[in-house]
């Protein structure tokens, strides 16, 4: 059981180039989320996904897609990345019987 | 904007004392969770308190929770090295808004 997974660990990437953070978990929850942490910040909700087939805008989703491909795997999507997305994204899953959100271990990015 | 605000942002303390962290929220709430985040990692959870309970323990934690003054607080008693972390207040379960973190540094 491995839980939330995340790839890749880290990624640098050059202003307009796009990349997807993928994240999949194996506790068979129906909840994820992507959130990104900024140095000294909390984090802030890019997008969450309810259910297979949902996605839902959070507090910070300008510049960024996502895909709930099935009930195990929320991907993250930037399409043109910009220096203000360099951050750390973590991946987070819930169940439905549960508040509790369980976390990746996240994926550093840094756009120049 | 964060719902949340720890309080004090860092705190150094010695192996075996006490340390207090609080966190403010702003609008009313189901239930308040505590997470810890080790450095570089992710967010693990630690406690949670539900809007009708005033206080809860778990091991050497002890949550309280005053939804009169929108405020909650985090102790963690004979603390160790392995304490060092941040610490996260959040609340909202659905959506979890996270406060800015207390850094907590543990010196043996």
């Known amino acids: 059981n491995a839980g939330v997974t995340q790839t890749p660990k880290f990624q640098v990437l050059k202003t307009g180039q796009s990349m997807t953070l993928q994240c999949a978990q194996d506790?068979?929850?129906?909840?994820m989320y992507w959130y990104r942490q900024d140095p000294g910040m909390g984090l802030r909700l890019i997008y969450y996904?309810?259910?297979?087939?949902?996605?839902d805008k959070g507090e910070v989703p300008n510049g960024y897609n996502v895909s709930r491909l099935n009930k195990r795997e929320f991907s993250l999507r930037l399409e043109s990345a910009a220096p203000s997305q360099t951050s750390v994204y973590f991946c987070?899953?819930?169940?439905?019987?549960?508040?509790?959100?369980?976390f990746g271990p996240g994926t550093r990015l840094l756009v120049l | 904007s964060q719902q949340g605000e720890e309080d004090p942002q860092a705190l150094s303390i010695q192996e075996g004392e006490n340390a207090t962290m609080n966190c403010s929220y702003k609008?009313?709430?189901?239930?308040l969770q505590w997470y810890r985040q080790n450095s570089g990692r992710g967010l693990v959870h630690l406690i949670l308190?539900?809007?009708?309970?005033r206080e809860k323990h778990s091991g050497r934690l002890r949550v309280t929770l005053d939804t009169s003054k929108k405020s909650s607080s985090l102790l963690i008693t004979a603390s160790r090295a392995a304490d060092t972390a941040s610490y996260f207040c959040?609340?909202?379960?659905?959506?979890?808004?996270f406060g800015t973190g207390t850094r907590l540094q543990v010196f043996p």
């Open positions: 996904s309810a259910s297979e087939g949902t996605t």
């Open positions: 308190i539900r809007s009708n309970e």
């Open positions: 959040a609340t909202d379960p659905f959506k979890l808004i």
């Open positions: 987070a899953s819930r169940p439905n019987y549960q508040e509790t959100q369980y």
């Open positions: 506790m068979n929850h129906n909840s």
């Open positions: 609008t009313s709430i189901n239930n």
